[in-house]
C-alpha cells in the first residue's frame, strides 16, 4: 500500500482522511501515516487515529510516502500554490484522492494532486488541473477546463465549456453558465450564478453575480 501523508489538519484534510479510507474499503491502497500542520498546538495531535508528525517543512525530509495536500479556504485560497511550492514536494510525489461514490468520466484528464469527495460528477472532455480539490455534490459538465490550485465547493455547477483559471474559488452552490472565462485567483461566492466572463484577479456575487472587489492576490 502506498503510504500518503495529509498537508494540513483542517475541515478538508479530515474529508481526505475519511475519502482515504472509503477507498480502503472497497480496494486497500494507502496507508495514511500523518498530517503535516505548521500550527505548533497541533503537532502530536491524534486525529482519527492519525498523528500530527510536524510542520510543513518537515515533508522534504520524508522519503517514499506520497502527499496529498487539503490547505485552502475562501480565505486563503490564493495562496495555495505558494503554500505547496514552500515544501518542496515534487508533483510526481502528490497522489490523486478520487471518493469512490464520485463519477467520472473516462475520458477526464485528471492532473496530479486532486482530491474528488462523494458524489461529485464529472463528464466528458473535461480537464482538471493540478491541486484542484472538488468538494461534495459538485457537477463539471463536459469540455470545462479547470486550472491548477482551484477550489470548487459543495453543490457547484460548472456548465459545459466553461474555462476556470487557477487558484480560483468558486464558493458553494454556485453556477457557471457554459463557454464562459473566468481568469486566474477569482472568488466567486457562495450562490452566485455567473452568467459572463470574470476578469482575473475578481470578487464577484449575486444572481446574476457582479463585480465586488479585487481579491487579495
Known amino acids: ?20 479510507n472509503e477507498v480502503n474499503l472497497i480496494s486497500p491502497q494507502y496507508d495514511c501515516i500523518g498530517f503535516l500542520d505548521d500550527n505548533p498546538d497541533n503537532l502530536g495531535k491524534m486525529y482519527y487515529g492519525v498523528k500530527v508528525l510536524g510542520p ?6 520524508i522519503t517514499q510516502t506520497f502527499f496529498v495536500n487539503g490547505i485552502g479556504s475562501p480565505m486563503n485560497f490564493w495562496k495555495k500554490e505558494n503554500i505547496i511550492e ?8 502528490f497522489e490523486t484522492i478520487i471518493h469512490p461514490t464520485a463519477s467520472v468520466s473516462k475520458m477526464t484528464k485528471i492532473g496530479k494532486g486532486v482530491v474528488i469527495f462523494q458524489n461529485v460528477t464529472i ?25 491548477d490550485y482551484t477550489c470548487i465547493a459543495g453543490g457547484v455547477c460548472i456548465s459545459g465549456g466553461t474555462k476556470v483559471g487557477k487558484s480560483c474559488y468558486l464558493g458553494t452552490k454556485s453556477s457557471i453558465i457554459g463557454n464562459v472565462n473566468i481568469g ?3 472568488l466567486i461566492g457562495m450562490g452566485s450564478n455567473v452568467l459572463k466572463d470574470v476578469e482575473g484577479n475578481s ?7 457582479v463585480f465586488k472587489r479585487k481579491t487579495m492576490k
Open 123 to 147: 463528464t466528458s472532455n473535461v480537464k482538471i488541473g493540478n491541486h484542484v480539490i472538488i468538494l461534495p455534490n459538485s457537477v463539471i459538465s463536459h469540455d470545462a477546463d479547470i486550472g
Open 86 to 93: 514552500k515544501t518542496e514536494i515534487p508533483l510526481d510525489n
Open 184 to 186: 486566474d485567483n477569482c
Open 1 to 20: 500500500m502506498k503510504k500518503i501523508i495529509i498537508l494540513g489538519t483542517g475541515g478538508n484534510c479530515i474529508d481526505i482522511l475519511d475519502t482515504i
Open 56 to 61: 510543513l517543512k518537515m515533508a522534504k525530509e
Open 203 to 209: 470578487v464577484v456575487v449575486g444572481n446574476p453575480s
